[in-house]
């Protein structure tokens, strides 16, 4: 088996928030006991609902925020080992929104070139020419580089953001929801665009999104999140073609279809969102779970491991 470049062991993150000024600070569990490993050069695809805790466990990896418990390693190296400059030259972001990322004061060139800047040992003449050559790759002209972000298109302003993460030649990179800011059209020209480099430079990608299309067009293997917890893992080809959790098995019948007089579809979730203060004993999907049983409200399922991948549901370790 492949030595796994990326390596999440248990990791939590718990919060405390109030609900107003005069109420007491509760508990938010964003991250709870998540374990996976990614091998070099492969894609894992990170999907649920807004709140289940992609995000916070995007920037806990990224070094932005530190875990409750668990850890993260890289090459088998803890990554709260590492110094600030040690980790910007191993992962390196593409965020969601491209013109909020970007510092709208300050031209394409020394967006792009800022990490170059931070890190000792390399001259302006050489920083120069490796930001052409990195605007080059992603498709940037090069009248570009002395252009403010504010225009630049929604598409440009990305490609922007992806040659600044990859202008260190990391090694991996952290997509949270990279095309969701954009037009439907430019989507897949980026999507492509982090493909073809991913190839290029021989990278390893954490793709958060909540668009399943999008995740089954660049994934290897995707992790399905609830309430912090992975509750289902697989091959993304696996994964699309034979879901095993109720969550998963409903979050792919909510994707629309081009087929026409279909309609919207029915998830048979109902409107209420997972709270991540307020986590029900049991599984914690199921109060939301169509198929659940009486178990399902009294004990946590646990997880199960077998050749398909992960899965945490009493329901399939039943059938098993």
Known sequence: ????????????????VRAGMFSDARPVIAVDGVSFAV?????????????CGKSTLARIILGLLEPTSGDVLIDGKSLAGLDRRERARLIQPVFQDPYSSL?????????VGMPLMAQDGMSAAAARKRVDEMLARVGLDPVMAERLPAELSGGQRQRVAIARAL?????????????SALDVSVQAQILNLLSELRRSFGLTYLFISHNLAVVEHVASEVAVMYLGRIVEQSATQTLFHAPRHPYTKALLASVLTPEPGLGIPE???????????????GCRF?????????????????????????????LEGAAS
Request: aromatic share 2%; net charge positive.
């Open 103 to 111: 510092n709208p004061r300050r031209r394409v060139r020394d967006v």
């Open 167 to 179: 202008v260190l030649h990391p090694r991996i990179v952290v997509c949270d929801e990279p095309t």
């Open 267 to 281: 998830t048979g979730l109902g409107d209420a969102m997972p709270d991540p203060a307020n986590i029900p004993p």
């Open 39 to 51: 091998p070099a050069g492969d894609v894992l695809g990170v999907v649920g609902e807004s709140g």
């Open 1 to 16: 088996m492949t030595a796994p470049l990326i390596e999440v062991r248990n990791l939590t993150r718990h919060f405390r």
């Open 286 to 314: 199921h109060p939301r779970c169509p198929v659940a049983i009486d178990r399902c409200s009294r004990e946590a399922p646990t997880p199960m491991h077998d050749r398909r991948g992960l899965v945490e549901c009493h």
